[in-house]
């Protein structure tokens, strides 16, 4: 049975260890049940999957998480937060925790060792302050994946599901759709974390396509075209990838394709849909061959 997720055993644990709150870190402790079960269902966790947590902090998810699935890998950063873990996953013989930055394992490595290449279900409260480099660390590694059912910060989590012409809608937003189908599961107030953050939260799962959405022969740069237009996000189209200097062509020539894609060619990069994303990139691809 699952001991944490309640105030009184995670200040017990807190007192035993001394433990500190490294808020560099970004460590607000779950401490609600109800959460907890809400994350571990819409994760649709069983007895075949492994899954990958991503900062297991004392370990609260992570008994939730070893209570219903066949194995749990666990990367936590903190030196300080591994003695805990050892002693609250003691019960558990299928939880492997490992001391690294999640943002430096090699996760095809650890596919591979720790789960035969097969996929993952991804489930983590995340640290904020790293969540879109930890997401786009877990998409482009091309690491076997189910799905990711995560904590983050609500703005974010909206800024995933958001579509063209808003004001949240990015390059997240983009390479969410191009890797995954999002839905927000919950949304979590900050009296739910110990400490409470600043911030609202929400949990997200994003299921990943089996196959993408959009064709595209170079993914890599259909993703740097997107991040260029949206660096620059208040000028022009035209402007902010010629400014980027990635195409090799003039803003004249790439303002002639946009009007072959029935496009103006004043047209920011937020008004555009993914498929006229990895359209734009298949004809600038084209041009500069020919
Ligand atoms: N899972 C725990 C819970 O829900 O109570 C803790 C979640 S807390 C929001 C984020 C956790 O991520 C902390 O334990 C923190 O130490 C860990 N963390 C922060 N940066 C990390 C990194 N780069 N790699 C691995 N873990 C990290």
Redo the contacts with the bound molecule.
Sequence with gaps: MATLGNPQETIAVLKKYGFSF?KK??????IDTHVLDRIVEAAEIGPEDTVL??????G???QYLAENAGQVVA????DA?IPILDDTLSAYDNVEVIH????KVDLQALAREKNQDKPFKVV?????Y?TTPILMGLFESKVPLKSVTVMVQKEVAERMQAGPGTKDYGALSLAVQYYAEAGIVAHVPPHCFMPRPNVGSAVIKLTLHEIPPVVTKDEDFLFKIIRAAFNQRRKTLCNALANAGLTGLSKEEIGQILQQMNLSENIRGEALTLAEFADLTGRIIQQRKA
């Design positions: 490294r870190y970004g460590q607000n402790f779950l947590e991503i900062g297991p902090g004392i609260t998810m992570t990367v936590e950063i903190d937060l690294e930055d999640i943002l983590a409260n995340l640290p904020y790293i």
